[in-house]
């Protein structure tokens, strides 16, 4: 039984699917957006970049937006977890170029959900807690989904499943990157320690061997607290699953010192938070969104902001798909596949930067030759849609460069990381 017949079917009503729901909305095509829970339902990842904010704005969402508790954020510090480390911070207003020179932290439930209700507004129709179960037929002008309660048809598919990568499971282009197998553990303390200048709303980055922690400031009394492993090192962790965030963060001087006062939660979440890729991004009688494209490591943030920037992008050439107006299907998918990758390519290689050592000296040392550490801001505020500037470019290839001659040569001090596994410098033996 077809249950209904749209000129657009997404799947997945997070902010990727929700964006290109309504900008599709907007334009007067007929929606239909299958969301597998409720919203407004949790969803890690709270740090967003100045370029999300000024997306917003462009969507007409500045006003909705300032009706849900947020925490501005002026920049990033990042400092190693070792006892009396000093925090390096980039401000996002140095960004070479300029730009947008603040962003926000937000809970994802009533931030999504203000995505998924404007799109209903706009005219999408929206079905939650209806799964798509299965992919029955892909081809230009003609897709078909099965949900629990029957199909529903479409002229053209756009997945927005998330981590789910419905369609890339069903096609067999899911990727995963070996180098990036990364496991999160993750939860909201209450009263954890902030600074009370201008940098408390800063995410902060704290490095140990193994991975990191963020801290992400929600509102006055909240913090997300979250910890990323390789996944290596969190098999030989001698707690639970769910009780690893405790046990890191009491380990861990930097953190336990801002946790001293703080009300932990009782267990952590946990997901494993490998990046992958499921390329091409479009194929015939799709477009894939957000993270049903690809999924990158968190550490810069980048999440919301490449699937709402793909998600509007992708909106565009559905319309005219549908319209049948301009270039062909074929010519239109390359396109989009062409922009995925390439605005989320600078993002992968500083990721794979990250975890080297020689990387993390020069992104701690603050400042460097030909305003390199400002193109590496301008990066990490977002600004590299459709593609970096070439100005940019030029200065991350540098950046990388520099990264390499730091392993031989001292251009930034040389600093022996803090290890969870170390015993000596654990926050539990400065204790004792
Ligand atoms: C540990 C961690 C920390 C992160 N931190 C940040 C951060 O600080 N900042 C940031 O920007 N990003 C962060 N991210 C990434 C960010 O959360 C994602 O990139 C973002 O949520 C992607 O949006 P999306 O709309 O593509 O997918 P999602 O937000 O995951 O939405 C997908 C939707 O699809 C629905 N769905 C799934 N399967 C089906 C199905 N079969 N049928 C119907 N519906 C379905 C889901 O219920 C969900 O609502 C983090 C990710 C992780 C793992």
Redesign the pocket.
């Known amino acids: 039984m077809t249950l209904s017949r749209a000129d657009c079917l997404v799947?997945?009503?997070?902010?990727?699917?929700a964006t290109a729901a309504r900008q599709l909305a907007l334009q007067g095509l007929d929606v239909v957006v299958?969301?597998?829970?409720r919203h407004p339902?949790f969803?890690?990842?709270?740090?967003?970049l100045p370029r999300s904010l000024a997306q917003l704005r462009e969507l007409g969402l500045e006003d909705r937006l300032e009706r849900l508790p947020r925490v501005q954020k002026l920049g990033a510090e990042f400092l190693e977890g070792h006892a009396g480390s000093e925090p390096s911070r980039i401000w996002f207003r140095d960004a070479l170029g300029g730009g947008e020179p603040e962003a926000f932290n937000i809970a994802r439930a009533p931030f999504?959900a203000m995505l998924l209700d404007a799109a209903r507004e706009a005219g999408a129709t929206v079905r939650e807690d209806?799964?798509?179960r299965e992919i029955l037929e892909l081809a230009d002008g003609a897709v078909r989904v099965a949900t629990a309660d029957g199909e529903v048809a479409a002229r053209y598919l756009l997945d927005?499943?998330?981590?789910?990568t419905?369609l890339g499971r069903h096609l067999g282009t899911r990727r995963v990157l070996p180098a990036l197998k990364k496991v999160?553990y993750?939860g909201h303390f209450r009263g954890v320690g902030r600074a009370e200048d201008e940098t408390g709303g800063f995410i902060s980055l704290v490095l140990c061997r193994e991975g990191w922690f963020w801290l992400?400031p929600l509102d006055e009394e909240t913090t997300s607290i979250?910890l990323?492993l390789h996944h290596g090192d969190a098999r030989q962790l001698p707690v639970p699953a769910s009780q690893i965030l405790g046990w890191a963060v009491r380990r861990c001087p930097v953190m336990a010192e801002r946790c001293a006062d703080a009300v932990f939660p009782e267990s952590n979440g946990v997901?494993a938070?490998f990046s992958y890729t499921c390329a091409p991004y479009a194929g015939p009688g799709y477009f894939l969104?957000?993270?049903?494209a690809t999924?990158l490591d968190?550490i810069f943030?980048?999440?919301?902001?490449l699937?709402m920037m793909g998600a509007v992008e992708a909106a565009e050439h559905v319309a005219a798909l549908v319209r049948g107006t301009g270039a062909d299907a074929a010519a239109r998918q390359q396109d989009y596949s062409r922009f995925v990758e390439r605005s989320s390519r600078p993002f992968f290689r500083l990721v794979e930067g990250f975890y080297q050592q020689s990387f993390r000296e020069l992104l701690l040392s603050e400042s460097g030759p030909l305003e390199v550490h400002r193109a590496l801001v301008a990066v990490l505020a977002g600004h590299v849609f459709p593609r970096p500037a070439f100005a940019l470019r030029w200065r991350l290839r540098l950046f990388e460069l520099f990264v390499r001659l730091q392993k031989r040569f001292e251009l930034a001090p040389h600093r022996e990381p803090f290890s969870l596994f170390d015993e000596a410098a654990s926050a539990d033996s400065a204790a004792a």
Not at 160 to 164: D, H, K, R, V
Not at 289 to 292: K, Q, R, T, V
Not at 301 to 305: A, F, N, P
């Open positions: 799947i997945g009503g997070g902010p990727a699917g299958l969301e597998k829970d339902r969803h890690v990842g709270e740090s967003f999504d209806t799964p798509v927005a499943s998330g981590q789910g419905i999160a993750f992400i979250g990323v997901t938070d969104l957000g993270d049903a999924f968190p943030s980048t999440g919301v902001c699937g």
